[in-house]
């Protein structure tokens, strides 16, 4: 149904950290449902989305949550798998989600993803809350199901209860590092100015009531300002993913993060060369509580309000990119939201030099990253682009007069083969990670041996 006037649309909280930390089973708990086991290897292969709705959330919480205190309609929760990039994750200049759950393996404790998702919500200015997963990992810890975690603290030995303490204080004091000043999630009085630490086991369930507590209070509290804007309005999204699918063509997976989408509504979307300006023919969205990215059936939709996840059919979108714009039209002169688009893109662009490197990645949001790392370590970029590594990228960046320029720093894409042998002929050096600053690293560790 359309959304009325002064609807609060849904807070999106992103889920991120390092590989294996437990943020898709941290949703498969909370959804009920079983995503993890319906992914290749487990990994989760594409970035998703899940609606919860706040009958469910207070299910799920019991005591800690009472929906009568709340007037958001749920949480959209994104699912970041570890090998990419959150930073796509953008909507009009800044972050996507409203808030963020950094889950970090309390005993595997702070990892390169971690840093860099930490990162990112400084950047960003994101609220965010740390999830300190795996408690039931501590040695003779003493399991039972989903219930508060002082419950479940009260029943482990003395031992077990400081051997968790200990692990805690250590990731507090990472976060201290990292410049956030943070505390066990009970003791924080004011989450905007202190980060909460909620000890929990995605697989036990054991602290998820109160990780939805802390989450639904930081909505609550910091933006209920913000939510209740125009949610009945032209929509305004962000491609997730550029995605095939099965008698539809190409097709975009996107969060609707303002107004709404209509199944009859023309819209602009940033492409590689230039804006697309094209019709919706479908609107797809996966069942409630379900994996927008497992999910092989999808219902069709006439209508779909903010903050929402849906995939989008319509004609034209193969040159869509991941991390752009998404506007509809609906009343307004389709040249103005060509602009606005185009306004967009132009400030996510990527300021290049005459001279230095070729940067490839795979979505807006994680080149923006990358050239931001770049440029506070003083490196030149020639050329930097969304996609796959192919072999007039080599030829680019052979044309760098200073031998060290001739490189290609390449995140989260593919080095077609042809362009790995032509690379391979022109000396040109190519550098792939998952974590722009392993890869920046990589990178200088490379200049400084040409350098010696
Ligand atoms: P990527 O998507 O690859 O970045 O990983 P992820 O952070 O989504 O981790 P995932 O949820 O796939 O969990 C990784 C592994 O840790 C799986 O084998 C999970 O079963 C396990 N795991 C996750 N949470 C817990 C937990 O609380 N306790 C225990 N014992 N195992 C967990
Ligand atoms: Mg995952």
Same mark, same amino acid.
């Given at each position: 149904?359309?959304?009325?006037?002064?609807?609060?649309?849904?807070?999106?909280?992103?889920?991120?950290?390092?590989?294996?930390?437990?943020?898709?089973?941290?949703?498969?708990?909370?959804?009920?449902?079983?995503?993890?086991?319906?992914?290749?290897?487990?990994?989760?292969?594409?970035?998703?989305?899940?609606?919860?709705?706040?009958?469910?959330?207070?299910?799920?919480?019991?005591?800690?949550?009472?929906?009568?205190?709340?007037?958001?309609?749920?949480?959209?929760?994104?699912?970041?798998?570890?090998?990419?990039?959150?930073?796509?994750?953008?909507?009009?200049?800044?972050?996507?989600?409203?808030?963020?759950?950094?889950?970090?393996?309390?005993?595997?404790?702070?990892?390169?993803?971690?840093?860099?998702?930490?990162?990112?919500?400084?950047?960003?200015?994101?609220?965010?809350?740390?999830?300190?997963?795996?408690?039931?990992?501590?040695?003779?810890?003493?399991?039972?199901?989903?219930?508060?975690?002082?419950?479940?603290?009260?029943?482990?030995?003395?031992?077990?209860?400081?051997?968790?303490?200990?692990?805690?204080?250590?990731?507090?004091?990472?976060?201290?590092?990292?410049?956030?000043?943070?505390?066990?999630?009970?003791?924080?009085?004011?989450?905007?100015?202190?980060?909460?630490?909620?000890?929990?086991?995605?697989?036990?369930?054991?602290?998820?009531?109160?990780?939805?507590?802390?989450?639904?209070?930081?909505?609550?509290?910091?933006?209920?300002?913000?939510?209740?804007?125009?949610?009945?309005?032209?929509?305004?999204?962000?491609?997730?993913?550029?995605?095939?699918?099965?008698?539809?063509?190409?097709?975009?997976?996107?969060?609707?993060?303002?107004?709404?989408?209509?199944?009859?509504?023309?819209?602009?979307?940033?492409?590689?060369?230039?804006?697309?300006?094209?019709?919706?023919?479908?609107?797809?969205?996966?069942?409630?509580?379900?994996?927008?990215?497992?999910?092989?059936?999808?219902?069709? +939709?006439?209508? %779909? =309000?903010?903050? &929402?996840?849906?995939?989008? @059919?319509?004609? $034209?979108?193969?040159?869509?990119? !991941?991390?752009?714009?998404?506007?509809?039209?609906?009343?307004?002169?389709?040249?103005?939201?060509?602009?606005?688009?185009?306004?967009?893109?132009?400030?996510?662009?990527?300021?290049?030099?005459?001279?230095?490197?070729?940067?490839?990645?795979?979505?807006?949001?994680?080149?923006?990253?990358?050239?931001?790392?770049?440029?506070?370590?003083?490196?030149?970029?020639?050329?930097?682009? +969304?996609?796959? %590594? =192919?072999?007039? &990228?080599?030829?680019?960046? @052979?044309?760098? $007069?200073?031998?060290?320029?001739? !490189?290609?720093?390449?995140?989260?894409?593919?080095?077609?083969?042809?362009?790995?042998?032509?690379?391979?002929?022109?000396?040109?050096?190519?550098?792939?990670?998952?974590?722009?600053?392993?890869?920046?690293?990589?990178?200088?560790?490379?200049?400084?041996?040409?350098?010696?």
């Amino acid at each position: 149904a359309e959304p009325t006037a002064g609807q609060l649309r849904t807070p999106i909280v992103a889920v991120l950290g390092h590989v294996d930390h437990g943020k898709t089973t941290l949703l498969d708990t909370i959804r009920g449902s079983a995503v993890t086991e319906g992914e290749a290897g487990a990994i989760t292969q594409h970035i998703g989305s899940t609606a919860v709705p706040l009958d469910v959330i207070s299910d799920i919480a019991g005591k800690l949550v009472d929906p009568d205190d709340f007037d958001l309609p749920g949480l959209l929760f994104i699912d970041t798998p570890g090998h990419h990039s959150f930073s796509t994750l953008r909507s009009r200049g800044g972050a996507l989600a409203d808030i963020a759950i950094v889950v970090v393996d309390v005993t595997d404790g702070f990892q390169p993803q971690t840093i860099e998702a930490l990162d990112i919500l400084r950047r960003t200015q994101t609220p965010f809350v740390v999830a300190a997963n795996k408690v039931d990992t501590l040695p003779g810890w003493n399991p039972d199901g989903t219930e508060p975690i002082q419950t479940a603290i009260d029943r482990q030995s003395d031992r077990v209860e400081s051997d968790l303490n200990e692990r805690l204080y250590e990731i507090i004091g990472e976060l201290s590092d990292e410049g956030f000043s943070a505390d066990m999630y009970w003791r924080v009085q004011n989450f905007q100015n202190n980060i909460g630490v909620v000890p929990l086991s995605a697989m036990t369930g054991e602290g998820v009531p109160d990780l939805l507590t802390v989450l639904m209070g930081l909505s609550q509290r910091f933006l209920k300002a913000e939510m209740s804007i125009d949610v009945g309005g032209p929509g305004a999204g962000t491609v997730l993913e550029v995605t095939e699918e099965r008698g539809f063509g190409t097709t975009l997976d996107a969060i609707v993060y303002d107004g709404t989408v209509r199944e009859d509504d023309r819209i602009v979307v940033g492409g590689v060369n230039e804006p697309i300006v094209t019709e919706v023919r479908a609107l797809l969205k996966p069942k409630p509580l379900s994996e927008i990215r497992t999910e092989k059936e999808f219902d069709t +939709v006439e209508t %779909v =309000a903010a903050a &929402d996840g849906v995939k989008i @059919a319509a004609p $034209d979108l193969d040159d869509a990119m !991941a991390g752009a714009p998404i506007r509809v039209v609906r009343d307004r002169d389709v040249e103005d939201v060509i602009e606005e688009v185009q306004a967009e893109l132009a400030e996510i662009e990527v300021g290049t030099d005459e001279e230095g490197v070729t940067v490839k990645a795979d979505t807006l949001g994680s080149l923006e990253a990358i050239s931001g790392t770049l440029e506070d370590e003083e490196i030149p970029i020639m050329h930097a682009e +969304v996609g796959d %590594v =192919a072999p007039r &990228d080599v030829r680019m960046a @052979a044309t760098a $007069d200073d031998s060290t320029h001739q !490189a290609i720093l390449a995140f989260g894409v593919d080095v077609l083969d042809d362009a790995r042998r032509l690379a391979e002929q022109e000396d040109v050096d190519i550098f792939e990670d998952d974590v722009i600053y392993q890869l920046v690293e990589d990178y200088d560790e490379h200049v400084t041996a040409i350098e010696e």
